[in-house]
């Protein structure tokens, strides 16, 4: 095992020792996560927050089990290395998406060396604090619709987490993306790479989809239930898919249309994927910053919905 020399003993970390409203998430020391063989600890310095996160402290999936730190994705730097891992070393700079045993709201996280990769040299650390959920997310979801060069691809929900890395990575890969968003958020969509932009609550969306997509959508990827889904999946051209991620309900279905649901993958090879589509371009994922001391108001935010981007907590005590 390599660490740093200073690496003390015990951190601070946002707990929740049972279900409850943001204000049942407090700051307190706790010890520094243990480092098995496989993992490398990570002094984090942005975390990501996410609607699971406010989900699980309400208690939507259950009882809290006391002593739960929330958090499935973040950015920082490598601070022990555990002894069977070769590919890190003390001070990487490194993001990482860790669902399930993740802990990501406190200074320091444990996490299997095969979940981590290095943060691209141009990329903001809040932008990668940021994304690592939502782009492996969004590349699961344009890698479930097969899209390709040359298509017509839906993102309906295109201003939040994974639509807008959905947006940015189906047009890198050279798919016309149309995009559904607020009026507020639309321009946000298009800097991000859409062709189009739609309302899906305006009484012009039918023309809007028509002169958007005149032959059709080839694939709809749809990151939330809406009343106005099956008007734009009534423009799907014949046996199209429709994709979304697990969390949303009800399941998205429209007949005659293959639908699937997908998780975000963790793994060293997806992570290479995204990291090889990033390369030197810029992702301008819009990120609002709350301070650690923060985290309620962060939740509460959250909550409250219609975010453009995505929220991440700062590090910064
Ligand atoms: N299984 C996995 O691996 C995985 C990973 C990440 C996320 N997820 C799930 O994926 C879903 C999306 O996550 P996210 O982080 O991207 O959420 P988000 O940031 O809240 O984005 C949701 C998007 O949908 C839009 N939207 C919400 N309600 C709508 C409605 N009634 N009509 C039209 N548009 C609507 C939102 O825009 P407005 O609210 O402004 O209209 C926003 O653009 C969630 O259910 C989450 O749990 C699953």
């Known amino acids: 095992m390599t660490t740093l020399s200073t690496l003390p003993k015990v951190m601070k970390a946002a707990v929740v020792d049972a279900a409850g409203p943001p204000e049942a998430i407090h700051i307190k020391e706790v010890p520094i996560p243990a480092l098995p063989s496989n993992h490398v600890l990570i002094a984090l310095e942005y975390v990501g927050v996410g609607i699971w996160d406010a989900e699980q402290r309400a208690g939507s999936w259950g009882s809290v089990k006391p002593g739960t730190i929330m958090g499935a994705d973040g950015s920082g730097t490598i601070a022990a290395v555990g002894s069977h891992v070769t590919r890190f070393r003390v001070g990487d700079r490194v993001y ?10 406190a200074q320091y996280v444990s996490v299997p060396a095969d979940r ?13 604090g940021g994304m690592p959920c939502i782009a492996l997310t969004a590349q699961s979801g344009l890698e479930t619709l097969k899209v390709t060069r040359g298509q017509t691809v839906l993102v309906f929900g295109a201003s939040g987490g994974v639509g807008s890395c959905a947006v940015w990575l189906g047009s890198e890969k050279g798919a016309t993306v149309v995009g559904t968003a607020r009026p507020e958020a639309q321009e946000y969509v298009r800097s991000l790479g859409a062709a189009h932009t739609i309302d899906p609550n305006s009484s012009e969306r039918e023309g809007a989809i028509k002169r958007a997509a005149k032959d059709g959508f080839d694939a709809a990827l749809v990151t939330a239930d ?6 734009f999946f009534s423009h799907l051209k014949p046996k199209a898919p429709i994709a979304f991620p697990n969390g949303v309900e009800p399941e998205p279905r429209f007949s005659g249309h293959p639908a699937s649901a997908f998780d975000g993958a963790m793994s060293h090879e997806a992570f290479e994927k995204l990291n090889a589509a990033i390369s030197t371009r810029t992702l301008p994922l819009r990120v609002q910053v709350f301070s650690f001391q923060d985290v309620a108001a962060a ?3 959250i909550e409250e919905g219609h975010v453009v981007g995505k929220i991440v907590l700062h590090i910064d005590l």
Do not use: C, E, Q, T
Not at 96 to 105: E, Q, V
Not at 226 to 231: F, G, I, K, Q, R
């Open 96 to 105: 990482s998406y860790s669902y399930g045993n993740g802990g990501f709201y």
């Open 116 to 128: 981590v990769a290095p943060v691209p040299a141009h990329l903001d650390m809040k932008i990668a």
């Open 226 to 231: 809406s009343n106005a889904l099956a008007s």
């Open 299 to 301: 939740h509460r935010r």
